[in-house]
């Protein structure tokens, strides 16, 4: 049974002594909750520590059970319970209904209320009052100690024990776990008291919890004259640095304000400039309580790479050294940037600048007084304008006979392209091969979001990197068919959405290309919580386009490419083929529907879903294509929670990611960066709204 946790776990090291336990230095003792399966030692726990006697329940579908009673009291053990699918009251994992399922139960996540984090001034935060420890030993290790209690007295959650039981309730709490801490509640993990907790890291990311920020922000006391100071004239103990256009040493902890303008900072000898990032048609409300940065590097349009960027969220820290493997791929540190050169706190949008090494020089100075709103509102308008004269967007749909003469272009160029390895029939085949010298560009599901697309495509100088050929544009697949509730019998955004990537294909035939997915097809079985989104996409193009454009929107989809891959990656809609084949295998692949169906359909192998593929499977499929080892390998079909859009080393697997760009707060993508294939996330903005009202 795959572990979700697998190689997520790294070891606290800044560990306090409570009572012979090793806990985490900056957690408090009163927000502590300890949960897991039965069998985990969590009582024996409680009780070494001086907890609160009683376990206790919350129903964590329950809307406001972090309000219960059973959580005044701290710390406590807590048994959960679970909301499952097809069940619809929550269980616990030694409930009958639960132990005797068959097929087993499978949770549903989405029915799980995450602690809200009181953004307003009058709200209470809740994501800060509680921490939860997840006590999970292995399930050989929990069978071993239920066998030893239950000769030893009643134990009712031991009856009929087998370690197929275990192994399926420490599952439950594994991926649990994990959903929580990608919610942004603080989670932790212990296997064993004698062992020091693990806190969960997943590939790319960079914020840390507060217990292992090496330099902890300065906390307001009222024992000392600054927490005073604080109270009555709100002057904050941090050094305010007032920035000008002078370069200024930072050597201690030091504080810039959000006040709309962009610095720069020097950190040893690379330059770097941080930004506030203000999406157009953000309301007030929405800027207030987003006030994040961004840190990228002067690279220019005029470059044929793609630059990268790092985002600061409010309430995090970042690392800023070499230590931090995501931003040294993103900005490629030289040798005058130290391990720990420096932490980077947002707080509330102010930035609080904390110096790490004793001979690392860091220089913030302000690039200009322009609001950085008013250059922003710029920059972006001449950007929007271009693409809206390029593509004529927005409109609901173009004409039929428009609409006709584009599709046929688009076969047309398809069926002579050059990356497109021949078939057996001399035809445009399966596999499409991205030339080493172009920056890939990697887009996940849309599903009709075209705000996504448009943002993705305006921003970073995509554009101007697709006309001059030195970027390829790939979509994984499933542009059309929303995934919004209210809105998934509605076809028009799909039917736009396509318009759009048309257009994008004619206007650079040999820079954009889209590979098939499973709803890229008028087969009657694909549906949404019971929408035949298949059949309605077909009745909506026949009713607005007519026969002819419906028939050659079929001769379309058989005409799609299923895999892409370069030297710098793999990709395709769903998963790898589950046996091996060959690279010519792909070429002719539309010869093969089970294999089509592989990688159009396929999930990953879960705790809970058995048939998906596994690393096998995937390091298979590069050997296969002739690949290098540990070639990432990209797909899109499943995304696994609804808080992300990026999923890195998904079951495991070293460079198997999951790419999701449909999210309604925002589109998501990979691209090369520094010859590694990078994420890269935008906040929403409603540009098919702001297009119109451009000229």
Not at 340 to 350: M, V, Y
Not at 450 to 465: F, P, V
Request: hydrophobic letters at 35%; aromatic letters at 10%; a positive charge.
């Amino acid at each position: 049974m795959q572990n979700p946790l697998k190689k997520k776990l790294v070891p606290i090291k800044e560990l306090q002594n409570i009572r012979g336990i090793m806990l985490p230095i900056g957690l408090e003792f009163l927000q502590l909750v300890v949960t897991g399966p039965p069998g985990a030692g969590k009582t024996h726990y409680i009780n070494q520590i001086g907890g609160w006697p009683n376990e206790g329940y919350i129903d964590l579908s329950r809307k406001g059970w972090w309000k219960d009673q059973s959580l005044i009291y701290r710390p406590r053990e807590i048994n959960l319970g679970l909301p499952f699918k097809g069940v619809k009251e929550a269980l616990t994992v030694f409930d009958k209904e639960w132990l005797d399922a068959k097929p087993p139960l499978q949770l549903d996540l989405d029915r799980i209320k995450i602690l809200p984090a009181g953004t307003s001034p009058f709200s209470t935060n809740w994501q800060k009052r509680y921490i939860f420890e997840f006590l999970i030993p292995s399930p050989e290790i929990i069978f071993e100690r239920r066998q030893a209690r239950h000769k030893d007295g009643y134990f009712p959650v031991d009856e009929n024990l087998n370690i197929s039981m275990v192994e399926r309730q420490v599952a439950e709490f594994r991926q649990l776990a994990l959903y929580l801490h990608r919610a942004g509640m603080s989670v932790y993990v212990r296997q064993d008291l004698t062992e020091p907790p693990m806190r969960i890291v997943e590939a790319g990311e960079v914020q840390m919890p507060p217990w292992i920020i090496p330099q902890p922000e300065t906390r307001i006391s009222l024992k000392t004259l600054s927490g005073w100071k604080w109270m009555i004239f709100r002057k904050d103990p941090n050094k305010w640095l007032s920035l000008t256009t002078q370069y200024q040493d930072v050597t201690q902890q030091s504080r810039l304000a959000h006040d709309g303008k962009s610095f720069e900072m020097l950190i040893g000898k690379q330059t770097f400039r941080f930004q506030p990032e203000l999406p157009l048609g953000a309301s007030k409300k929405f800027l207030r309580h987003n006030k994040n940065w961004l840190i990228t590097t002067f690279d220019s349009c005029s470059s044929n790479e793609i630059s990268g960027f790092a985002r600061i969220k409010m309430g995090e820290t970042v690392l800023f050294g070499t230590s931090n493997r995501e931003y040294h791929n993103l900005f490629n540190f030289d040798p005058s940037v130290d391990k720990r050169h420096l932490t980077i706190t947002n707080r509330r949008g102010d930035l609080i600048l904390t110096p790490m090494a004793n001979d690392g020089a860091t220089k913030v100075r302000r690039i200009n007084n322009l609001d950085h709103r008013e250059i922003l509102e710029s920059n972006r308008h001449r950007s929007l304008l271009s693409l809206k004269q390029m593509f004529g967007i927005p409109s609901n749909t173009i004409e039929p006979d428009q609409a006709l003469s584009l599709l046929s272009d688009v076969i047309d160029l398809m069926e002579n392209e050059p990356c497109r390895p021949l078939n057996s029939e001399n035809e445009a085949g399966g596999l499409l091969v991205v030339p080493e010298e172009s920056t890939p560009v990697l887009i996940g599901d849309l599903h009709g979001q075209t705000d996504n697309l448009l943002k993705i495509i305006s921003e970073r100088c995509l554009l101007s990197c697709l006309e001059r050929k030195c970027a390829t544009l790939v979509f994984l697949g499933d542009a059309v068919h929303s995934e919004v509730s209210g809105q998934l019998d509605n076809m028009v955004s799909s039917i736009q959405i396509m318009d759009l990537i048309f257009q994008l294909k004619c206007a650079f035939p040999q820079n954009v290309h889209y590979l098939r997915g499973n709803h890229d097809s008028f087969d009657p079985s694909i549906s949404k919580n019971g929408y035949l989104q298949s059949l309605i996409m077909k009745e909506t193009l026949l009713k607005i386009r007519g026969q002819a454009y419906t028939d050659l929107m079929e001769k379309f989809y058989s005409a799609l490419p299923y895999v892409a891959m370069s030297n710098a990656f793999i990709a395709c809609h769903a998963g790898p083929p589950l046996e091996e084949v060959t690279k010519e295998d792909i070429i002719n692949i539309k010869y093969n529907p089970e294999l089509i169906k592989q990688v159009t359909t396929g999930r990953v192998k879960q705790y809970n879903y058995y048939k998906g593929y596994s690393k096998s499977d995937v390091k298979r499929f590069r050997k296969s294509l002739g690949a290098p080892k540990g070639t990432p390998f990209i797909v899109g079909h499943t995304p696994l929670d609804p808080f992300g859009s990026v999923w890195r080393n998904v079951g495991a697997i070293k460079n198997h990611h999951i790419l999701y760009s449909a999210h309604q707060n925002g589109p998501a993508f990979f691209v090369r960066i520094n010859k590694q294939m990078q994420p890269i996330t935008y906040p929403a903005e409603p540009l098919t709204t702001i297009l119109k009202s451009l000229s």
